[in-house]
């Protein structure tokens, strides 16, 4: 069979061009999950809804369970909608979509996929097959396993049933030490509750260290505290500064319009507006132009800010 040259041309042509533009879309896919996630993730849900349709329309489990919790919290129930996205998810073995799902078939091979994945040493399947039974020594083998929702979620099981250790003294150390390791490892919320408790919650150098540590983290509530702490001078013996810095309005103002700057849904927004203007009338428009270059820069070298939500669990 014969061909001419310029028809192989030609189809070689279509050929390379197909090629880019499948590329470009997939390109384009991972810009909008990437962008989309990082807006789940701040809990800016009605921003985060078109950019995660492109990838879970195009497949992708982790958008499709993303965009099925955007509509449970909008919704505050599983909604048809929000189920329409749990399915495809579940339909790709996500367990926590299976879980939200909630029927007797979903529930099941939710089970069979985490147990399998549990008896493999995994700690967040452990967790999931505490979620799934509610048998607490399920949760007791994910923080063993150093899954740091784990540990965090079993000191939360701690803190509130005082059944489960009845020696106060006891408990409190326990939930520490959950606290201390989960902390450690880099979990923001442990972070954040370890340094409220005591011991450490009156040692203002170790809560300066493990705020810092949140905020380097982009922990979106740590980095509207560090302004705080920042931007205002407490000189009243009543209100006295709670982390002990000296005050740098520069910095201070930065941060806090950067978490303006960020978000639209996030509950202390009308409060950090307030107080944003509050701490600006006593600033040059020199010092504020200086304050919002330093959060544009900030930005450029640190992670998206984070909410650091629990992934499955609605428990704070």
């Known amino acids: 069979m014969y061909t001419h040259p310029d028809a192989l041309t030609m189809l070689f042509g279509f050929l390379e061009n197909l090629t880019l533009l499948i590329k470009s879309v997939q390109q384009q896919q991972e810009i909008a999950k ?34 099925g919790e955007v ?31 909630a029927d007797e078939a979903s529930l099941k091979k939710a089970k069979t996929l985490a147990q399998a994945a549990a008896d493999g040493g995994s700690g967040e399947a452990m967790l999931q097959m505490y979620e799934l039974t509610q048998d607490i020594e399920w949760l007791k083998k994910s923080a063993e396993a150093n899954f740091q929702e784990g540990q965090y979620i079993l000191a939360l099981r701690y803190d509130k049933d005082t059944t489960l250790i009845s020696d106060a003294v006891v408990r409190h150390a326990a939930v520490n030490d959950l606290l201390k ?71 201070g103002y930065g941060l806090i319009w950067l978490v303006i700057d960020s978000t639209r849904d996030f ?46 669990n609605d428990a704070r």
């Open 181 to 251: 390791k989960a902390a450690d490892a880099g979990f923001p919320k442990a972070m954040l509750w370890y340094s409220n408790r005591r011991p450490g919650s009156n040692d203002k150098a170790a809560k300066r260290q493990w705020l810092e540590k949140r905020v380097q983290l982009s922990d979106v509530n740590a980095v509207l505290d560090y302004g705080y702490a920042l931007a205002f001078d407490y000189t009243d013996e009543e209100d006295a500064n709670e982390y002990g810095y000296e005050q740098d309005l520069v910095k």
């Open 71 to 101: 509509f449970r919290r909008q919704d505050k129930a599983v909604s048809e909608e929000a189920k329409k996205w749990y399915r495809l998810a579940a339909a790709q073995d996500h367990v926590y979509a299976l879980m939200r799902l």
């Open 34 to 67: 990437k962008r989309g996630m990082e807006l789940y993730n701040l809990g800016e849900f009605t921003h985060a809804e078109a950019y995660l349709k492109v990838p879970a329309c195009a497949g992708d489990a982790t958008a499709q369970f993303a965009l």
């Open 267 to 312: 509950l202390q927004l009308d409060t950090a507006i307030s107080n944003l203007a509050q701490i600006g009338g006593g600033m040059t428009a020199a010092q504020i132009e200086s304050a919002t270059t330093f959060a544009q820069e900030w930005k450029r070298t640190h992670g998206a800010l984070s909410e650091y939500r629990l992934t499955y």
